[in-house]
């Protein structure tokens, strides 16, 4: 027997390895299957070791193998090591948008990818908050919530996919996993890393609103350095807002990457990401105020307009955004059951805006102020190391995949403080705004600021127990430490400088339990908690009535989810289905009726509901890939007597999100997606209420030879009215109808 065993063929050792790949998840290339896009490669090394008998050693085999993609709906994993197995067997919701669907839809931006999760709202950029990729999930804020390989991306901007090889949102509250926040989950973005083979492909289109775009993805191994391997992004985007006078969004991108030791036990991978951004930003249309008098039938509704108006002015309002990224990243396997990575990252994000918030002039007036403005002169700054290590090994007959870690985070926020210094600029009509009315304000800064440094320690460790072929247990505990310096500095002669400063020490936790009744589908219940500091949002206040006051503790939210996941048609379709509940039990809540009333961790909030999934081939031909949620919240508790019994804002109860594609004979190739949401309001009191709305999207490709593809994206077909963002003043369209051309090719 022992003979037999030492002289397995190759083919049991790759099927082997494979098997193995499944538990550990590993997402290095080299070692274990690793989907990449367009191509999945794989090297498997034995290293001498296995192919031994009693008088001779063989040499090492390494097998190498390239499989052409097909373009595939169905992820496997999620990219954290801290996730140790396969999608279908992770007790908790988590939508993965893969390259693919990416690519054909045309998406250019990371709230475009969005739209295939239903669950999420987007929220306009208002008062503290900056423009850019502000979210709403599962009704819960998650603007700091947001990820690039597991490590917190906390500037204000609007990503762009270019060098994402796919998007992951985790659902439910998560801080085990992702440190402060996450209260309804977190959003991950992958980026491209070198690979083994050497590949070039990219795009090139023009459309509708003067769209032009180019983006290039080019990977080649250094021949005279085995295993090493360079990767290169590059992006060039500029448009106009379809359905939006005046608002346009101009940015490119590089993204270069150098890997060592690709394919053997040791890998080390240096990266830079720099996006640069210059637009002109849009807060949309204003409410009607319940004051107005000239609209008083259009109280707490959108004003009466066409919905193009830009009310902004050409001459004053802008948005220059460069974000920098520099990663290191070193991957080592120890032994077979023991594998360490460490990353290291220095970020930084700069926000340079001015926009106008469409507001009324007075109660009497439909005329639109322009002395509304908002700037931001802003600095956000983040140093991270990130170290875990997977282990495997076993008690007895329970098999163990144990992730313990540790991060060290240090997030610093500057932002600079303007004036008016001119006169004001010229109101503007309601229904006939002039955004050519001259610039007189000359916005300057004062030299006041606020400087915001945190200091945080995680600290980690997950295990999942396989207890036998039908029974999975598995848990994780974080403990974070939370420390948050604020200084906020008056202008020269201005008045007296605040220094504040708070600490926060939380453990959070999860646990889950899986039954797999067959071996391509599962059945789980799952557990989850997060928390909330007052200064999440790295500010801190002394006002009595502030969310982030200095005085108040995080906030504590917990979630169950019972659910399931299955693999169909020979494992090329995964289905899933869960109902889960969301409470906050010690939400920040005031009595805004009472002027001293102070803050305090005495509310209630409750958030419900259920999710079902599908992603993958139905046919060899036909792909899909969609979801619906539904959502019930309420705020139970409150010391706001106009926000109990309440919804949640941006939450609304149904969402649904649907593309599908199908393959037609002699190279052709057709698509259709739609997004359908449910009404919502725009603040817990639930005065002001968005309609609910479904678009429709089209696409069409022919592919001309094996290396170009030509694509047609028809977007809102119907041409709808829309609102995608809100706030307290204003809400902003989504875009209207436009469509692009782009030319797919590789060489």
Same mark, same amino acid.
């Given at each position: 027997?022992?003979?037999?065993?030492?002289?397995?063929?190759?083919?049991?050792?790759?099927?082997?390895?494979?098997?193995?790949?499944?538990?550990?998840?590993?997402?290095?290339?080299?070692?274990?299957?690793? #989907?990449?896009?367009?191509?999945?490669?794989?090297?498997?090394?034995?290293?001498?070791?296995?192919?031994?008998?009693?008088?001779?050693?063989?040499? !090492?085999?390494?097998?190498?193998?390239?499989?052409?993609?097909?373009?595939?709906?169905?992820?496997?994993?999620?990219?954290?090591?801290?996730?140790?197995?396969?999608?279908?067997?992770?007790?908790?919701?988590?939508?993965?948008?893969?390259? #693919?669907?990416?690519?054909?839809?045309?998406?250019?931006?990371?709230?475009?990818?969005?739209?295939?999760?239903?669950?999420?709202?987007?929220?306009?950029?208002?008062?503290?908050?900056?423009?850019?990729?502000?979210?709403?999930?599962?009704?819960?804020?998650?603007?700091?919530?947001?990820?690039?390989?597991?490590?917190?991306?906390?500037?204000?901007?609007?990503?762009?996919?270019?060098?994402?090889?796919?998007?992951?949102?985790?659902?439910?509250?998560?801080?085990?996993?992702?440190?402060?926040?996450?209260?309804?989950?977190?959003?991950?973005?992958?980026?491209?890393?070198?690979?083994?083979?050497?590949?070039?492909?990219?795009?090139?289109?023009?459309?509708?609103?003067?769209?032009?775009?180019?983006?290039?993805?080019?990977?080649?191994?250094?021949?005279?350095?085995?295993?090493?391997?360079?990767?290169?992004?590059?992006?060039?985007?500029?448009?106009?807002?379809?359905?939006?006078?005046? #608002?346009?969004?101009?940015?490119?991108?590089?993204?270069?990457?150098?890997?060592?030791?690709?394919?053997?036990?040791?890998?080390?991978?240096?990266?830079?990401?720099?996006?640069?951004?210059?637009?002109?930003?849009?807060?949309?249309?204003?409410?009607?105020?319940?004051?107005?008098?000239?609209?008083?039938?259009?109280?707490?509704?959108?004003?009466?307009?066409?919905?193009?108006?830009?009310?902004?002015?050409?001459?004053?309002?802008?948005?220059?955004?460069?974000?920098?990224?520099?990663?290191?990243?070193?991957?080592?396997?120890?032994?077979?059951?023991?594998?360490?990575?460490?990353?290291?990252?220095?970020?930084?994000?700069?926000?340079?805006?001015?926009?106008?918030?469409?507001?009324?002039?007075?109660?009497?007036?439909?005329?639109?102020?322009?002395?509304?403005?908002?700037?931001?002169?802003?600095?956000?700054?983040?140093? #991270?190391?990130?170290?875990?290590?997977?282990?495997?090994?076993?008690?007895?007959?329970?098999?163990?995949?144990?992730?313990?870690?540790?991060?060290?985070?240090?997030?610093?926020?500057?932002?600079?403080?303007?004036?008016?210094?001119?006169?004001?600029?010229?109101?503007?009509?309601?229904?006939?705004?002039?955004?050519?009315?001259?610039?007189?304000?000359?916005?300057?800064?004062?030299?006041?600021?606020?400087?915001?440094?945190?200091?945080?320690?995680?600290?980690?460790?997950?295990?999942?127990?396989?207890?036998?072929?039908?029974?999975?247990?598995?848990?994780?505990?974080?403990?974070?430490?939370?420390?948050?310096?604020?200084?906020?500095?008056?202008?020269?002669?201005?008045?007296?400088?605040?220094?504040?400063?708070?600490?926060?020490?939380?453990?959070?936790?999860?646990?889950?339990?899986?039954?797999?009744?067959?071996?391509?589908?599962?059945?789980?219940?799952?557990?989850?908690?997060?928390?909330?500091?007052?200064?999440?949002?790295?500010?801190?206040?002394?006002?009595?009535?502030?969310?982030?006051?200095?005085?108040?503790?995080?906030?504590?939210?917990?979630?169950?989810?019972?659910?399931?996941?299955?693999?169909?048609?020979?494992?090329?379709?995964?289905?899933?289905?869960?109902?889960?509940?969301?409470?906050?039990?010690?939400?920040?809540?005031?009595?805004?009726?009472?002027?001293?009333?102070?803050?305090?961790?005495?509310?209630?909030?409750?958030?419900?509901?259920?999710?079902?999934?599908?992603?993958?081939?139905?046919?060899?031909?036909?792909?899909?890939?969609?979801?619906?949620?539904?959502?019930?919240?309420?705020?139970?508790?409150?010391?706001? !007597?106009?926000?109990?019994?309440?919804?949640?804002?941006?939450?609304?109860?149904?969402?649904?999100?649907?593309?599908?594609?199908?393959?037609?004979?002699?190279?052709?190739?057709?698509?259709?997606?739609?997004?359908?949401?449910?009404?919502?309001?725009?603040?817990?009191?639930?005065?002001?209420?968005?309609?609910?709305?479904?678009?429709?999207?089209?696409?069409?490709?022919?592919?001309?030879?094996?290396?170009?593809?030509?694509?047609?994206?028809?977007?809102?077909?119907?041409?709808?009215?829309?609102?995608?963002?809100?706030?307290?003043?204003?809400?902003?369209?989504?875009?209207?109808?436009?469509?692009?051309?782009?030319?797919?090719?590789?060489?």
């Amino acid at each position: 027997m022992k003979r037999r065993n030492r002289s397995r063929s190759k083919r049991q050792l790759l099927q082997a390895l494979v098997r193995k790949w499944h538990r550990k998840q590993f997402d290095s290339s080299g070692v274990f299957i690793r #989907a990449v896009g367009a191509a999945t490669f794989f090297t498997v090394s034995t290293m001498g070791v296995f192919a031994k008998d009693e008088t001779t050693v063989l040499p !090492a085999v390494v097998v190498t193998g390239r499989q052409e993609s097909d373009g595939s709906y169905k992820p496997e994993a999620v990219s954290s090591p801290k996730y140790s197995r396969p999608l279908k067997d992770i007790p908790q919701t988590i939508t993965v948008i893969p390259k #693919a669907v990416m690519q054909e839809q045309g998406s250019t931006t990371l709230r475009e990818v969005l739209r295939n999760v239903p669950g999420i709202s987007i929220q306009a950029g208002e008062g503290s908050v900056p423009a850019g990729d502000n979210l709403s999930l599962r009704g819960f804020n998650a603007r700091t919530d947001i990820f690039i390989d597991g490590i917190r991306d906390f500037g204000g901007y609007a990503r762009d996919p270019f060098n994402f090889e796919q998007i992951e949102v985790t659902k439910g509250p998560a801080s085990s996993y992702a440190g402060r926040g996450s209260t309804g989950g977190s959003i991950n973005m992958e980026s491209k890393s070198p690979q083994l083979e050497a590949f070039a492909n990219g795009t090139a289109g023009g459309g509708s609103q003067e769209y032009q775009r180019t983006a290039l993805d080019v990977n080649s191994p250094v021949a005279a350095l085995p295993g090493v391997a360079v990767r290169v992004n590059a992006l060039y985007h500029d448009t106009d807002v379809s359905g939006r006078s005046v #608002a346009h969004n101009g940015r490119w991108g590089v993204a270069p990457s150098l890997a060592f030791g690709l394919g053997t036990p040791t890998r080390v991978t240096f990266s830079y990401f720099h996006l640069d951004q210059n637009n002109v930003p849009d807060y949309g249309i204003p409410w009607v105020p319940d004051t107005n008098v000239p609209l008083a039938a259009y109280r707490n509704q959108l004003a009466p307009i066409d919905w193009s108006n830009f009310y902004g002015l050409k001459n004053r309002d802008y948005e220059k955004i460069g974000t920098d990224v520099a990663t290191v990243k070193v991957e080592h396997e120890v032994s077979d059951g023991l594998s360490l990575r460490n990353q290291f990252r220095y970020g930084r994000t700069t926000r340079d805006s001015i926009i106008t918030a469409p507001r009324f002039a007075n109660v009497n007036s439909t005329d639109v102020t322009r002395t509304d403005w908002r700037s931001r002169d802003q600095v956000d700054t983040i140093l #991270a190391n990130q170290t875990d290590a997977t282990v495997e090994f076993a008690t007895g007959n329970i098999q163990h995949t144990v992730v313990p870690g540790i991060e060290f985070v240090r997030e610093k926020d500057l932002n600079g403080t303007r004036v008016k210094a001119g006169a004001n600029s010229p109101n503007t009509s309601l229904y006939t705004p002039n955004w050519d009315d001259p610039y007189l304000d000359n916005i300057v800064p004062n030299g006041a600021k606020t400087v915001s440094t945190s200091n945080s320690v995680g600290v980690y460790a997950f295990d999942t127990l396989q207890l036998n072929e039908q029974w999975e247990l598995n848990g994780g505990v974080r403990w974070d430490y939370f420390n948050l310096d604020f200084l906020a500095v008056q202008a020269p002669g201005g008045g007296t400088t605040t220094n504040l400063g708070r600490i926060d020490r939380t453990v959070s936790w999860q646990t889950g339990l899986v039954y797999k009744p067959l071996p391509n589908g599962s059945i789980y219940a799952g557990y989850g908690t997060s928390f909330n500091p007052s200064a999440e949002g790295l500010a801190l206040s002394t006002t009595a009535t502030a969310t982030n006051n200095i005085n108040s503790d995080p906030e504590e939210s917990r979630s169950i989810e019972l659910g399931t996941k299955w693999d169909l048609l020979q494992e090329r379709l995964m289905v899933s289905a869960a109902i889960f509940r969301t409470d906050k039990t010690n939400a920040r809540t005031e009595d805004p009726s009472v002027s001293t009333d102070t803050i305090v961790l005495d509310g209630k909030q409750k958030v419900g509901g259920l999710e079902l999934g599908l992603a993958g081939n139905i046919t060899d031909r036909w792909k899909a890939f969609a979801a619906y949620t539904f959502l019930t919240s309420e705020i139970e508790k409150s010391k706001n !007597a106009l926000e109990v019994g309440k919804e949640l804002a941006n939450t609304p109860n149904h969402t649904f999100s649907l593309w599908t594609t199908y393959q037609l004979p002699k190279n052709f190739e057709v698509g259709t997606g739609l997004k359908y949401s449910d009404s919502r309001f725009n603040s817990n009191i639930n005065n002001r209420q968005a309609p609910g709305y479904l678009v429709a999207d089209a696409m069409a490709a022919y592919k001309v030879n094996k290396d170009i593809t030509l694509r047609l994206n028809v977007y809102n077909l119907a041409g709808t009215e829309y609102i995608e963002s809100l706030s307290g003043g204003h809400a902003i369209p989504g875009a209207g109808r436009s469509f692009t051309v782009t030319s797919e090719f590789k060489f």
